[in-house]
């Protein structure tokens, strides 16, 4: 869902979004986190003290998790599905600036892929228990990673 009709702030810019997609893609999961509105989620998740949060493998996809638990560290691949996608400039602090939105981890962007590495705490079946994502519950979810040496 998009939010284009939502307000600007002072400085930014909107654009018109084109009609049609260059490319498709299957949501593998679900997300689940504790947070409900955008304004309760941390600006980046904590893999160190972050709260629980898991994340649903969909059948058939639930059989690529073989071997996942050998890992500590995952990369996961979501779609923000309540970003607004038109906008190229954005004054997130309500400042008396805007920033261009490819020099930002704002949520709000053509394509509202996001990325976070996680630590992975356990796997249960499909279920993974993992630490350290900033998205609001039942996000979709577009891949997971093995993250080598992305994190100290």
Not at 41 to 54: F, L, V
Not at 132 to 151: E, Q, R, V
């Amino acid at each position: 869902m998009t939010r284009s009709a939502d307000a600007l702030r002072p400085h930014e810019r909107a654009v018109t979004t084109p009609t049609g997609f260059d490319a498709g893609l299957w949501f593998i999961g679900r997300i689940r986190t504790p947070w409900h509105r955008r304004s309760d989620c941390p600006h980046r998740g904590d893999a160190e003290t972050g709260p629980d949060c898991h994340i649903e493998v969909f059948g058939p996809w639930d059989a690529a998790l073989a071997g996942v638990g050998a890992h500590e560290n995952l990369q996961i691949l979501y779609w923000m599905d309540h970003a607004r996608r038109d906008l190229v400039l954005q004054n997130p602090k309500f400042g008396d600036s805007a920033t261009g939105t490819f020099a930002l981890r704002s949520p709000v962007r053509p394509n509202p892929v996001a990325s976070s590495v996680v630590r992975l705490l356990a796997v249960d079946g499909p279920v993974l228990t993992v630490r350290g994502l900033d998205c609001l519950d039942g996000t979709p979810l577009i891949d997971i990673k093995a993250a080598f040496g992305a994190m100290t």
